[in-house]
């Protein structure tokens, strides 16, 4: 998650006028490089609290997922883990139960 966030930022940085994603149509600017990268950064901040408070893995993706489909989850879930491996490697995360 660490170098996805460092990407972004890079990108960002070098403000491009036109990015070429994988897939789609191309896009104007870095708005949506920036949309994304804020929300990536809130569900830090969502896993975060949530390891503050003692939440399982399994709880998290409970309450932060609530409503995505059910053949999501197991991506959801590496998204939570992939937060709480950066986390813990900037020493702001506390352990977890799974």
Known sequence: MAKYFN??????DLKPRVIF???GTALGGTY?????LKHREQREAQVLSHLQAGTSIDDMLGQMYAGTPPFLLPLARVNIESHIAKL???AT???TRA
């Open 93 to 95: 995360a506390p352990a």
């Open 21 to 23: 994603p994988s897939h």
């Open 7 to 12: 990407s972004l930022r890079r990108v960002i």
């Open 88 to 90: 813990r490697a900037e």
């Open 32 to 36: 949506r490089l920036e949309e994304t």
